[in-house]
């Protein structure tokens, strides 16, 4: 070809015009863009042999007639852009042959004398070698702003007048197309020398310029019609070349824009985004009105793919406005555009809203994005973090989503979806929510179940309140016409447990939809369990198990780990399961005990929080409890073991009365007290009452670590109040000291039913202790909350005063709490039984008192349909009975027995949940028997009651009977005088080392135990003297010598003073502390002759029960033994320093019995009374 471009201008064939016809057509700028890659591939010198001769030719001025110049011009045009292809794609040496620049050269001269065309192809000429420079020039940006200065004042001059022509028309095309190919080389050579020319200290200006520019075409593409130079679209219905120049020269104003890297102080400068704004205006809405813009469509994926990178470019408010332009115009390209590119394209607005002037419009162009997500776990973790900026908390996502310049095209159930996971997420974003947030809510909701999952975090909001009772009584009125949904049910849940039940047991039978709300599993265990704990609480056992029963399988569906551990506790701390229940306390303790092997080891890991830990430890704790009434002690010891070990690893436990060093405590006094014989793989333990002790010392300095603690001590202090009652009373003691707290603590929450059982608790001890008028105000306490008699006001108050700050331990507590407190007590019960008002019935006369509580008739109604008020009535009959016969009111009595017996036969399992209270009332039925001298009877309820003792009950109630039995069997047959006078027993106890502190009084002791050897020590089975029975009037202290007027007449041995008697170690120390020393006693006289008798009738006259016996400070000469000392008996006190509130048998030797003495000052700093162990009246 390069030969017959020569031999053309030897011959001077004048045919330019139709040789750059054909070859536009057949070579440069008809063919594509691979072929003038292919042509730029060839060899240099190749090449060279054909473009030099071709540009010889054309500079030949006489081949190209000036009449056909105007025609031609389109064509040089496009043969220049041809070239300039050639010399970009060129890969040995990129813009070197300059072949565009040349042929504009030769235009330039060529159209010297054609106006206009001349000053369009000047400036195309200098913009082009602008293009072709190869290394960086000082001059260069003034250069090119000057430059694109001058095309923008001839397009503003020129423009109208040949806007219309075609050459003009052709000219905007051809830069369109310049444009095209140095914006998509911004970043590789060979023109990547001319963008970073533009950066730098004056890129601002530069680009404003070169935006100007961009922007002044795109006003004069408007007029574009048609041009051989355009593109052709490829979709059949879009023939518009305008409609994609604009589309182009918006593009490239993107292109040069993302690719600016100015300086941050470069950034905040608004010139060169104003002509931006104008092309992103023009650009867009070209583009709404295109045809061939599909999903499929190149130019939307760029268009789309620039629009993302200018949000993600953005770092200032400036910089933010070019973003708020696009959005309205984007949404309306929303369909065309494919998910994946609009969810990229909204991400970077999400991330550049942060750079919004207003809040407001950054939360709706947040919520765009986030309602895009369409994946439910995506989307809660990212409202996670939205709503961690405290900015972004006055509305719901949901709701500013409604308001967005760019809403999603949502249905309905996405709409719904994406409230529930909003809605789930600001439940569980903190504890204290904002209220603005949650009114959004509010407003936005979708159910009533939504309703009732935003009260819960609303409680004292009035308004909604209010609707809450509004929908829980339009719910219990359409469950009167139709069964609830499951939905419903849930909803009603969430205020009465009953309604979560019904949600699960359905849970086959109805299954929920997809578009249903999910559950908020969470909210619903929460709820749960603080139901079950007020249950628990408040003593509704029955109606806790279920509860916790219905936790249990939650948590075992749900895979809660701790949700079932904690429901199992509650389970392993019973001592008696419901027979109704569908649970297998076995299975269970193997499952969670495959659950705690994967924990335990893990809790120092960090993962869990205290609450998990503390779960953790206090189940571990109770399923210890449960292998000790299995009888496996050393699995049960090993367990406390590990709790105590897991315990000592966290450092905020270690030193403190935690609640569990508390649950440890008591499981190891269950085990001991509780222990019927003592496992020689053990360690020896202190015994229970000094472990009592330490429980008291480790309440009273209780500490809180984790949320759940309080909840575990306040059901745990119930069963220590009645643990330690049974253990006290068995072992004729008394402790007090849990009595206090737990009746302060019910008290002030009014729990009608623990108030009841801890005014029991007291009345049993009161009664054990035969102290008859304390008894008789807990009667009528008990009376008065049963709604048996009413307390007078007076009493009341008189009650309040005298007994409340002696247990409330130094509470400030007003004269009128316990009025007002048991008055309205039964109103603020939780309406779960029967017990949430008790209406006062009919009096009962005298004669029938007993009655009521074991006969149908005297029944009141609120007790017929709750098993546990009845067991209650019932206990409180039997120790009604007992004070009636202490103080031998025994007319009711053979009546009430054989009511009880009928009573206790008519529902095995209602007799079955009395516990040890049932043994005590065979206790009590079998001395009454023996007190009427039927010993046959009381002999065959005795060996029954022994047959029914339970393997966890005290082993104290086995010795009990034992010794009933034996007495009634020997007052069945009595033996005769002569035999009795043989029976003698020598007690020896084994006393503990004595104090070496007290020296003079171990010295004393020894001595006066050298002096009594000549005399016998202990006379045990002898007659007792009969004396009257003790009226309802006498006062405290006459009913305390009970001991001795109570006792039933008899003319044979009384077994009663002979019981099993448990000394501490310290026991024999508080009885040597009391002994007087041998340096402050004188000898007495001899007893006289005359009243020397035989040694059986001595013992006969002499011997009594023991009392508690203050000597006086004085020696008195004494007629008799019955006056040689002031009896008085004193309750317990509650000093941890000694243990002389356990009361042990002190005989004095027959030699002395007659002798004056005197009491003589103890070595103490405080006074220490001989204690000893009261003969138990049962």
């Known amino acids: 070809m390069g030969v017959l471009f020569d031999t053309m201008r030897q011959r001077k064939v004048a045919k330019n015009a139709a040789l750059l016809v054909q070859l536009n057509d057949a070579l440069f700028s008809k063919r594509s863009k691979a072929f003038l890659m292919y042509l730029s591939a060839l060899p240099p010198e190749s090449t060279t042999k054909m473009y030099d001769p071709l540009l010889k030719l054309l500079i030949c001025s006489w081949a190209t007639p000036s009449s056909e110049l105007t025609t031609q011009f389109t064509e040089y045009l496009g043969l220049v852009l041809a070239l300039m292809q050639i010399d970009m794609f060129s890969i040995e040496a990129p813009l070197e042959q300059q072949l565009a620049l040349k042929l504009l050269r030769i235009c330039r001269d060529l159209y010297k004398d054609v106006s206009p065309q001349n000053y369009s192809i000047q400036l195309l000429y200098y913009y082009v070698k602008l293009l072709y420079v190869r290394e960086a020039t000082a001059d260069f940006k003034r250069t090119y702003i000057d430059l694109c200065k001058k095309f923008v004042y001839f397009f503003e001059h020129k423009g109208a007048t040949h806007a219309k022509e075609q050459w003009f028309m052709d000219l905007l095309v051809f830069f369109q197309r310049l444009q095209m190919l140095l914006h998509q080389s911004s970043n590789k050579p060979p023109l990547d020398i001319f963008w970073q020319q533009l950066e730098g200290d004056d890129s601002p200006e530069v680009y404003t310029a070169h935006f100007q520019l961009l922007h002044g075409c795109l006003g004069l593409t408007v007029n574009v019609v048609r041009s051989p130079l355009g593109t052709s679209c490829s979709n059949e219905a879009c023939k518009s070349i305008r409609r994609h120049c604009l589309l182009s020269f918006g593009m490239c104003a993107l292109e040069a824009y ?35 813009l599909g999903p499929s469509a190149m130019e939307l994926d760029k268009l789309v793919r620039l629009l993302a990178l200018v949000a993600e470019k953005v770092a200032c408010p400036e910089q933010m406005s070019l973003v708020l332009a696009f959005l309205e115009p984007l949404q309306h ?242 001592d008696h399961l419901n027979s109704n229940q569908q649970l297998q306390l076995s299975e269970e303790v193997d499952r969670a005990q495959e659950l705690l092997d994967d924990l335990w080891p893990q809790l120092q890991n960090g993962w869990f929080f205290k609450r998990q830990h503390t779960i953790v430890m206090l189940c571990l704790c109770h399923m210890a409890s449960y292998y000790s009434r299995q009888d496996c002690l050393c699995h049960a010891q090993l367990l406390l073991l590990q709790a105590e070990e897991l315990r000592a690893q966290f450092d905020e436990r270690v030193g403190k009365s935690d609640i569990v060093q508390i649950t440890i405590q008591t499981v190891r006094f269950r085990l001991d007290y509780l222990r019927k014989k003592r496992c020689s793989s053990l360690p020896r333990r202190p015994l229970p009452l000094r472990q009592l002790d330490t429980l008291v010392d480790s309440v009273r300095n209780y500490c809180t670590v984790s949320s759940v603690d309080l909840g575990a001590l306040q059901l745990l202090l119930p069963d220590l109040v009645r643990e330690s009652t049974e253990c006290a009373a068995n072992r004729l003691t008394e402790r007090f000291a849990f009595y206090g707290t737990t009746l302060n603590l019910v008290l002030q929450s009014g729990m009608a039913l623990r108030t009841i059982e801890v005014l029991i608790s007291w009345l049993w001890m009161n009664l054990q202790n035969e102290y008859l008028d304390q008894a008789q105000s807990k009667l009528r306490l008990l009376d008065h909350l049963l709604a048996i008699k009413p307390l007078s006001r007076t009493l009341v108050e008189q009650t309040s005063a005298k007994y409340i700050p002696a247990i409330a331990t130094k509470e400030d507590l007003k004269a009128n709490a316990m009025s007002e407190l048991t008055s309205n007590m039964l109103q603020n019960q939780l309406y779960v039984a029967t017990l949430k008002s008790l209406p006062m019935h009919e009096p009962i006369p005298t004669s029938h008192q007993l009655q009521r509580y074991v006969s149908k008739q005297g029944m009141p109604p609120h007790l017929r349909d709750s098993m546990q008020l009845q067991c209650i009535y019932f206990i409180v009959g039997c120790l009604h009975a007992r004070f009636s016969f202490l103080k031998r009111e025994t007319d009711q009595l053979d009546d009430f027995y054989v009511g009880a017996g009928n009573w206790l036969q008519e529902d095995t399992v209602r007799t079955a949940t009395l516990g040890s209270m049932l043994i005590v009332h065979e206790l009590h039925h079998v001395n009454y028997l023996r007190f009427r001298k039927k010993h046959k009877d009381a002999l065959s309820y005795a060996e029954a009651g022994l047959k029914s003792v339970y393997q966890t009950a005290d082993i104290n109630y086995s010795f009990n009977l034992m010794v009933q039995m034996k007495t009634a069997r020997l007052e069945l047959h009595p033996v005769g005088k002569a035999r009795a006078k043989t029976i003698r027993r020598a007690l020896a106890f084994n006393t503990s080392p004595e104090d070496k502190r007290r020296k003079g009084v171990v010295e004393g002791t020894t001595k006066a135990k050298s002096s009594a050897r000549k005399t016998s020590r202990f006379k045990i089975y002898t007659e007792l003297e009969l004396r009257p029975p003790i009226g309802c009037s006498n006062s405290s202290s006459s009913s305390s010598k009970s001991g001795n007027e109570n006792t039933p007449p008899s003319d044979h041995v009384d077994l009663n003073a002979c019981q099993t008697i448990e000394i501490s170690d310290d026991d024999a120390a508080s009885v040597s502390a009391s002994t007087p020393a041998p340096s402050q006693l004188k000898r007495s006289q001899s007893v006289p002759a005359k009243a020397t008798k035989t040694r059986s009738a001595r013992i006969g006259s002499q011997l009594k029960v023991p009392e508690i016996i203050e000597l006086d400070d004085t020696m008195e000469e004494t007629p008799s033994t019955s006056s040689a000392a002031s009896v008085k008996r004193y309750p317990t006190s509650d000093a941890r320093s000694t243990r002389a509130r356990n009361r042990q048998l002190e005989e004095t030797p027959a030699t002395t019995r007659g002798r004056p003495r005197r009491k003589v000052p103890e070595p103490a700093p405080q006074q220490e009374t001989v204690s000893l162990r009261r003969r138990q009246r049962n």
């Open 258 to 292: 993302v690719n600016w890297q100015p300086t941050t102080e470069q950034k905040s400068d608004k010139a060169p985004y104003k002509p931006l704004l104008g092309i992103l205006g023009y650009t867009l809405d070209v583009a709404k009105s295109m045809k061939c």
């Open 333 to 574: 390209l929303r369909p065309l555009i494919a998910s994946q590119k609009m969810l990229s394209v909204l991400l970077r607005i999400y991330k550049a809203s942060v750079h919004c002037k207003s809040s407001d419009m950054a939360n709706r162009l947040q919520s765009t994005y986030l309602a895009a997500q369409t994946n439910p776990s995506r989307l809660r973790s990212q409202l996670f973090v939205h709503y961690h900026n405290a900015n972004n908390t006055e509305k719901c996502v949901y709701e500013w989503h409604e308001s967005s310049p760019m809403p999603n095209p949502l249905t309905p159930a996405q709409k719904k979806q994406l409230y529930d996971v909003d809605l789930l997420a600001v439940l569980h974003f903190q504890s204290a929510l904002p209220v603005p947030l949650l009114q959004s809510l509010l407003r936005c909701r979708h159910n009533d179940y939504h309703l009732v999952l935003l009260a819960r975090k609303m409680r004292t909001d009035s308004e909604v309140v209010r609707q809450c009772e509004e929908l829980r009584s339009q719910l219990q009125s359409t469950a009167l016409k139709q069964p609830l949904s499951r939905m419903q049910q849930l909803a009603i849940g969430h205020t009465s447990i009953a309604g979560f039940a019904a949600f699960f047991e359905r849970a086959d039978q109805e299954p929920l939809g997809c578009d249903d709300t999910p559950i908020d599993w969470e909210a619903l265990i929460d709820d749960a369990v603080a139901a079950a704990m007020a249950l628990s609480t408040m003593g509704y056992m029955a109606q806790a198990d279920e509860a916790w029963l219905l936790i249990l399988r939650i948590g075992q569906m749900l895979d809660e780990r701790f949700t079932y551990l904690r429901a199992l506790t509650h389970f392993l701390g019973q």
